[in-house]
């Protein structure tokens, strides 16, 4: 953290303790991603993920970062939460329901199956490919202690 990070991937607990320790500023984050935005909130964390927000959001700014939500299901609370961090114009892309913006037909899905030991060598070489030396990328996990082993496994270090 204190050489300077491109993307930061971390639970709301983790990420909080950071900010208030002044290991992290997300004061010039540029874009926020949270990723199955419904089950976050409803597993407690939604007060967590609104005061680290309110370190990165500057209230009635334009430079505000870019919000990204993805969820699976969108209860109204999911909506009027992003309400608080989104700008007015805010897209929402529907994959199953009726509407008529969906996602790029470019996007590919990939499914490789591997042993848990083989995971990160695995996702290192698919980064390698579609990502070259110098990509970017994002890597959704489901647990803190996934999110960790991935994070200091050598296999994704570049």
Not at 26 to 43: A, R
Not at 61 to 73: G, H, I, R, V
Request: charged share 25%; proline share 2%; glycine share 6%.
């Amino acid at each position: 953290l204190k050489s300077g990070i491109d993307i930061l991937v971390g639970t709301p607990g983790r990420i909080k303790d950071h900010v208030q320790n002044s290991k992290l500023d997300l004061s010039s984050v540029k874009h926020v991603v949270l990723d199955e935005v419904d089950h976050m909130l409803d597993m407690g964390f939604a007060e967590q993920v609104e005061e680290i927000l309110g370190f990165a959001y500057k209230k009635g700014s334009e430079n505000n970062p870019q919000t990204l939500l993805f969820s699976a299901t969108c209860p109204r609370w999911v909506y009027d939460v992003a309400k608080k961090y989104m700008k007015d114009e805010y897209e929402q892309i529907d994959l199953i329901g009726k509407k008529t913006q969906r996602t790029a037909t470019t996007v590919e899905h990939l499914a490789i199956q591997c042993r848990s030991s083989q995971r990160a060598g695995v996702l290192g070489d698919i980064i390698q490919v579609y990502s070259g030396s110098r990509g970017r990328t994002i890597v959704f996990c489901e647990t803190k202690k996934e999110a960790n082993e991935l994070a200091m496994n050598a296999s994704l270090k570049q």
